[in-house]
């Protein structure tokens, strides 16, 4: 594994992608080290979908944690040629004038995930499909071509 950066290869740490801490209701404009709770970081409880990536010798496959979502409820698409994005929504449950909360700790709000593809990904055959809670998506990669060796017979 090689540790130059190049600009063509997956780069987990570009903020233009991903930014971990994006929507969190600390960081650099938090006054206090426990701000109070807002609907902001509601929104940002579900923000971060837990998402494993792993490549195998044919494809790419993404496995999104998205419990209690319907497959309508999330969408998968390929921007701008190259950019995986998985994104969908929970909603709040609704509240009744006589229902009386004890604790809300399941999360509600937006989510979006982007993942920069490597250059042998075919995104136009993406295959994406939901069960159990789990989202999976199979980008396939193009075979690596080995270059054609011809023997050149030697005179003399």
């Known amino acids: 594994m090689s540790l130059i950066r190049r600009s063509n290869v997956f780069d987990p740490f570009s903020l233009d992608l991903w930014d971990p ?41 993404f496995k999104a944690d998205v419990p209690g979502l319907k497959k309508e409820e999330v969408k998968v698409e ?28 399941r999360s509600s709000g937006k989510f979006m995930r982007r993942f920069r593809l490597p250059e042998n990904a075919k995104t136009e055959q993406i295959k994406a499909s939901m069960e159990n809670g789990v989202l999976t998506v199979t980008v396939p990669k193009e075979e690596v071509k080995k270059p054609e060796v011809k023997p050149v017979q030697i005179t003399g």
Request: aromatic residues 10%.
């Open 21 to 61: 801490f994006q929507g969190f209701p600390f960081g650099s404009g938090s006054s206090s080290l426990f701000p109070r709770i807002s609907s902001d970081s509601e929104t940002a409880a579900f923000a971060g979908a837990r998402i494993d990536w792993k490549e195998t010798p044919e494809a790419h496959v």
């Open 78 to 105: 390929v921007e701008d040629g190259n950019v995986l994005q998985i994104s969908g929504e929970r909603n709040k449950e609704q509240e009744e004038k006589n229902d009386k909360w004890h604790r809300v700790e």
